[in-house]
């Protein structure tokens, strides 16, 4: 008992002392993360996938909290894709379970920490009880001002697209847009409309893939990759992405600034 206490006031001076030298230098408006590696967690341990999704769920709550308290503005996680339909019914019912048994038991502290939750992707076609709590979550979270956490549900950045293509279109035909769109003009009908696109994308697990993850607006992303399984990450190697984004020059297609760092 006394190493546990021992190991665990040791990472929160950790992260403390992290949490100053990031303050210090720029941090991103929006994080986005892929949340991968739960079931090579779970086969490495001798245990169902679903354990692994589980052991996902305290990843996410201490990253919500860890990007709070940063003062990052949007952090969005890919919770389930479009592609995500073609895995066994047993583990799509349990994700679906997990993500009710989440809103059930975080709706309290994502309230009490100014989180404000906003799904992207097609929750009308997940089942009832998801939707409900994802109803429930985003009501009681509408008045957060700290953090915006934004979940990808059923998302997949080229239907995302098509759908915006699809709306921009309608509303052409209707004679109420203009058909020279421009791109902020677009992007106004993605689902993500009204956000940052993400400075900062991290993918765990050691997979160096975009997944139909936010197509558009990773066009000038910085991509962070780490072989640490998902349900393994914790602020900690949050801190590390941060530190990495921090030493990165940014040029979003120009120059360095004459003298400029
Ligand atoms: C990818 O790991 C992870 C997912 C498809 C699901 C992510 C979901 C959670 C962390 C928990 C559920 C939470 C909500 C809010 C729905 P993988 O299964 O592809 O891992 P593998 O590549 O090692 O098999």
New binding site residues.
């Given amino acids: 008992m006394k190493n546990t206490g021992g190991k665990r006031n040791r990472v929160d001076s950790d992260w403390e002392r992290r949490k100053a030298q990031l303050r210090r230098g720029p941090l991103p408006r929006h994080v986005a993360i892929i949340?991968?590696?739960?079931?090579?967690?779970a086969r490495q341990r001798g245990l169902p996938?679903l354990a692994?999704?589980r052991a996902?769920?305290e990843?996410?709550r201490q990253v919500v909290t860890a990007c709070g308290e940063l003062g990052i503005g949007v952090l969005t996680?890919y919770?389930?894709?479009t592609e995500?339909w073609k895995r066994p019914a047993e583990e799509v019912r349990g994700?679906m379970d997990?993500?009710v048994e989440?809103v059930d038991r975080e709706l309290d502290s994502l309230v009490k920490n100014g989180v404000r939750v906003r799904v992207i992707g097609h929750p009308e076609e997940l089942p009832p009880r998801a939707q409900e709590a994802l109803e429930r979550v985003r009501q009681r979270t509408a008045g957060g001002q700290r953090l915006e956490l934004v979940?990808a549900?059923n998302y997949g950045g080229r239907r995302e697209i098509t759908d915006a293509c699809r709306r921009f279109v309608a509303d052409v035909v209707a004679g109420n847009a203009d058909p020279r769109v421009d791109e902020e003009t677009f992007a106004s009908y993605l689902d993500t409309a009204g956000l940052p696109d993400p400075d900062l994308l991290i993918r765990p697990?050691g997979e160096l893939r975009i997944s139909n993850f936010l197509l558009w607006q990773s066009a000038y992303t910085e991509f962070w990759f780490t072989p640490v399984?998902?349900p393994d990450f914790r602020p900690v190697h949050l801190a590390e992405a941060l530190a990495d984004y921090q030493r990165r020059r940014r040029r979003f297609g120009g120059l360095d600034a004459p003298g400029g760092g």
């Fill in positions: 949340m991968d590696g739960n079931g090579r967690w996938r692994g999704h996902g769920l990843s996410i996680l919770a389930f894709s995500n994700l997990l993500l989440y979940v549900l697990s399984l998902w």
